[in-house]
């Protein structure tokens, strides 16, 4: 599984990453998280505000920090 | 007030569970609109008893002489500091709960299909109520241009955000009265929208960096999330965690300031550098605003102490404005997707603003 995690920086980014992490070791997925901070991959990836979450291509927050047990409910799928 | 729903995503993914949501919904209103409501008051009972309780424990419990330097100062500080602190938890939160029906995603698609001038208007009044901070303005710029929102339009939110800072306006009610907040609003909302229009009529679309051009053919990516009134109020509760967790420190530390320069500056100390008759105090002001960098929280208890010594209110206000709106880490940001000249049009266009605005007040006032 691939996650990327999209934001320059700031800490609501930083926040984000530390919760996909957290539940990534919580789920015990097989996982690789890699950061995005630069705009144009973003808006690539069609994330026009941040923090967002991509997990194998698929967008699935934008703009907002997502709980952790969301990220562990989209890890399942 | 109704919930807000997202019709459209309802209607498009067929599932529309409205009706259901609708009635649980009520159920919790009712018993948190109670509590909400047992809270506010509790909290307007406790609001009214700081003033006499500072006076009580800097001149009773401390014994502090009334009108000595030392003691001015304590009951200042005693006073100012959970005043300030309530009525920013207060509002930090009813912001919190109300931004979670005004998305980034929501704006941009509103003001997309807007024309120039109404759109300028829109755009500044959004700026107030839209979660933005200086990190996502790349984002939401590269965004706002994909959706085809116009550039002066874009500029006149960008304007707006940071400046008409929810905070701000709570300390400038809380510490220097309605009046100062409002005038503060106004001219904020104004800037924004004149700036904004300016900055569109000079058709600086070419100066927008080249691959940002390249994006309007993508698809934005929306992710519609359905909210209920008790997320809403949990988003109202974590922003006050989050904001107020993270101003305290500033609020504490510009009051610390505020008090020292109430206690111990001379009354008229600031007139002769900061006053009226001197013309050339607003221009230096803006140009020493520029490079700090300060958020609202912080700079508002100097300002007061700043009024409360005779600076003129123009002059300060230009100073508040040039601080928060123009910072330099944002244009280091916007470099990434403005050529260097459309930055130095928006730094002029929005200087020249506030300039307008300090000469204007301390004229009038």
Redesign the interface.
Known sequence: MEIKVCGPGCASCDKTQKIVEAAVAAQGVEATISKVTDFQEMAKLGIFSTPAVVIDGEVKSVGNVPKQTEVEGWLKS | MEPMKPMKSCADDGDCCSLNNDTNNKKINVRQVSLGLLGLALWYVVYKQLLPFSHFFSYGLLGMEKGSHLGEAIQFFVYDTPKVMMLLTLIVFVVGMLRSFF???RT?KFLAGKRETAGNVMAALLGIVT?F?S??A???F??FV?AGVPLGVTFSFLIAAPMVNEIALVLLYGLLGWKVAAIYLGTGLAIAMVAGWVIGRLKLEHLIED?VQE?RA??????E?KLSWAERIDRGREAVRDIVGKVWIYVVAGIGVGALIHGYVPEDFMASVMGKDAWWSVPVAVVVGIPMYSNAAGIVPVVEALLGKGAALGTVLAFMMSVIALSLPEMV?LR??LKPRLIAVFIAVVGGGILFTGFLFNLII
């Not at chain 2, 993508?218 to 992710?223: H, K, N, R, T």
């Open positions: 998305t980034q995603e941009r979660p901070c990190c996502s790349v984002p939401l590269l965004g994909q691959w994006l993508g698809e934005a990516v929306v992710i999330e940001i990434k997707v």
